[in-house]
């Protein structure tokens, strides 16, 4: 049996210490499914204001106690703590930078989950935990096979690793995943002056005339990759990254890998955070999970009324103003539609006043706890994408074992593993849109609602969807021999 790896997986957010997107499930389901595979990951993240340190069971490393972190002339403590990720199967040790004048005092990842405003001070913020995350390893005399860094917020490391401490993190090799190229970390460039980096660190992270944490990321990682093998399709061929970005890559391909979800936790036969179980051998429960869904959200209760949920930020880029449009339309047709955001936005207006004009067909919630999501999952009939850029994406994957039908648009990664219904053939697991626009999403729920009044015929695609394989088991083969072909490549 091959040598078990050391990998640290370093994030802005995973499940269960925080989850305001899906990239949160994304890195649980990776964390835990590489342990599973055999090999030594260990997690970190930083804590932010609301976590709980007793519910999460977040304890003190004496050793890791009151770092001073440079940021410019000053000097900042860290306290790294450790908690642990679970699923029946494995464990996952986790390291969690807290501070109490960056991390504690915010309540969210990047801007306040009340307001949507971002923090003024995001540069600071996240050069302090890419500091963190080299000086608990430096503390702990531990420098695992690789470093993988995921999201521009990780991104100082690698410049960190190889400018800093080439010779302590000499046989580390380091991975930098883009989990969004829209978002790569910009600041005006005095921001640079903030990092202790090198002269030559300092050069590779600039990109017009701004500091860029994704380039300094890129520019010293072994490996570059995203979580989709489409979206890096698409990536390559887009001119500025082809042009800008591609050369950053030394010649090595950007790589994509689908990833899937941790069936343990979601599970519609053992959900703990669902009262009407099903399976995919007996769905009769899956009304009755419709109707504690309807009743949680104040709307009319029927477990044959089909419900249309919108999951994720409520901004143009995952298409919110395009299903709210639509909502309207949806609701002649005879649909409800839940609106679930993880925060707010100037989009949540026009939500919230579809909301007041159809009390009983349209709800809106702001700041969704992990109970309803699973609430939402079990009793909705369709989950919504209409996106008009995402990498992966992870609810169409869990919605799908929930027999609730993804309908998304053909973008980035989502679609992935996903077929078109075809009624006539009995084929089919889900509803794809070329465009997404409004008109697209009122046409495609039309057909959605038509061939839901059909019981038969929505039953074979609820099985279909049901029956799909989403678990980790179909990354976990991808990412081991990644890893390993990584280690194995010479300096």
């Known amino acids: 049996m091959a040598k078990p790896l050391s990998i640290l997986f370093v994030t802005s957010e995973i499940y269960p210490f925080i989850k305001t997107s899906e990239l949160a499930d994304l890195c649980y389901a990776h964390s835990l499914g590489v342990r599973e595979i055999g090999h030594d990951i260990r997690a970190m993240m930083p804590k932010y204001g609301f976590i709980s340190e007793r519910k999460n069971r977040i304890h003190e490393i004496?050793?890791?106690?009151?770092?001073?972190?440079?940021?410019?002339?000053?000097?900042?403590?860290?306290?790294?703590?450790?908690?642990?990720?679970?699923?029946?199967?494995?464990?996952?040790?986790?390291?969690?930078?807290?501070?109490?004048?960056?991390?504690?005092?915010?309540?969210?990842?990047?801007?306040?989950?009340?307001?949507?405003?971002?923090?003024?001070?995001?540069?600071?913020?996240?050069?302090?935990?890419?500091?963190?995350?080299?000086?608990?390893?430096?503390?702990?005399?531990?420098?695992?096979?690789?470093?993988?860094?995921?999201?521009w917020q990780t991104a100082l490391i690698p410049a960190y690793i190889r400018t800093r401490y080439p010779q302590e993190f000499r046989k580390t090799k380091i991975v930098m995943t883009i989990t969004d190229f829209e978002q790569q970390g910009v600041f005006p460039l005095k921001s640079l002056q903030k990092t202790g980096l090198t002269d030559e660190a300092l050069e590779k992270a600039k990109y017009k005339n701004k500091m860029n944490f994704l380039r300094a990321g890129m520019a010293y990682a072994d490996r570059v990759s995203t979580f989709s093998p489409t979206y890096a399709k698409e990536l390559m061929a887009m001119k500025e990254f082809k042009d800008n970005w591609a050369p950053l890559l030394a010649k090595k391909p950007l790589v994509g890998i689908t990833h899937g979800i941790d069936l343990l936790h979601w599970n519609p036969k053992t959900d703990a955070n669902v009262r009407a179980k099903f399976d995919v051998k007996d769905t009769s429960n899956?009304?009755?999970?419709?109707?504690?869904?309807?009743?949680?959200?104040?709307?009319?209760?029927?477990?044959?009324?089909?419900?249309?949920?919108?999951?994720?930020?409520?901004?143009?880029?995952?298409?919110?103003?395009?299903?709210?449009?639509?909502?309207?339309?949806?609701?002649?047709?005879?649909?409800?539609?839940?609106?679930?955001?993880?925060?707010?936005?100037?989009?949540?207006?026009?939500?919230?006043?579809l909301a007041k004009k159809f009390p009983q067909q349209v709800c809106v919630t702001v700041g969704f706890d992990e109970e309803y999501l699973h609430q939402l999952m079990a009793g909705a009939s369709v989950l919504v994408k209409p996106s008009r850029h995402e990498v992966s994406g992870q609810f169409q994957r869990i919605a799908l074992i929930y027999g609730t039908i993804p309908v998304v648009r053909v973008v980035g990664g989502i679609a992935e593993g996903l077929t078109d219904v075809d009624e006539k053939k009995n084929t089919g697991n889900a509803f794809l849109m070329k465009k997404g626009d409004s008109a697209d999403i009122v046409k495609t729920l039309q057909r959605v609602a038509t061939l839901h009044a059909t019981h038969e015929v929505w039953n074979g695609i609820v099985a279909r969807a049901m029956t799909s394989p989403v678990g980790w088991t179909a990354s976990a083969q991808s990412y081991d021999e990644f890893y390993r072909t990584l280690v194995k490549e010479s300096k």
């Open 286 to 353: 899956k009304s009755s999970a419709r109707e504690a869904l309807q009743k949680l959200s104040g709307l009319a209760v029927n477990g044959e009324t089909p419900v249309a949920a919108f999951v994720g930020p409520l901004t143009e880029e995952r298409g919110a103003d395009a299903f709210i449009a639509a909502a309207p339309e949806l609701v002649k047709a005879g649909m409800q539609v839940i609106i679930a955001s993880d925060m707010t936005s100037p989009l949540k207006k026009s939500a919230d006043a």
């Open 62 to 151: 004496n050793r890791l106690r009151d770092i001073p972190i440079p940021i410019g002339t000053d000097a900042h403590p860290a306290t790294v703590k450790s908690s642990s990720i679970n699923n029946p199967r494995v464990k996952v040790q986790s390291y969690i930078t807290t501070n109490s004048n960056y991390l504690d005092v915010n309540k969210g990842v990047e801007a306040d989950i009340a307001t949507g405003t971002p923090f003024a001070n995001n540069d600071e913020r996240f050069i302090f935990y890419n500091r963190t995350v080299l000086e608990t390893c430096l503390l702990l005399g531990w420098f695992p096979d690789i470093i993988h860094c995921v999201g």
